[in-house]
């Protein structure tokens, strides 16, 4: 579903229990520096350890 083509229908949202967040964001500008810094500068994120996808319960509360 896209918002421009298709309005947001609250009623079954509401219906189901559903919880509508939004989150502020920068515009295009903006993420294509932050992704030219990462590149420029090779930021990685660290990784402590790894999951198998059966232990998935134990990785979220880790």
Same mark, same amino acid.
């Given at each position: +579903?896209?918002?421009?083509? !298709?309005?947001?229908?609250?009623?079954?949202? +509401?219906?189901?229990? @559903?919880? $509508?967040?939004?989150? @502020?964001?920068?515009?295009?500008?903006?993420?294509? @520096?932050? $992704?030219?810094?990462?590149?420029?500068?090779?930021?990685?994120?660290?990784?402590?350890?790894?999951?198998?996808?059966? !232990?998935?319960?134990?990785?979220?509360?880790?």
């Amino acid at each position: +579903m896209t918002f421009d083509d !298709d309005p947001l229908e609250f009623g079954s949202l +509401m219906g189901k229990g @559903a919880t $509508v967040r939004g989150i @502020a964001v920068g515009n295009a500008q903006m993420y294509e @520096a932050m $992704v030219q810094a990462i590149d420029t500068h090779k930021i990685r994120p660290p990784i402590d350890r790894r999951f198998r996808f059966e !232990d998935a319960k134990d990785a979220y509360q880790a």
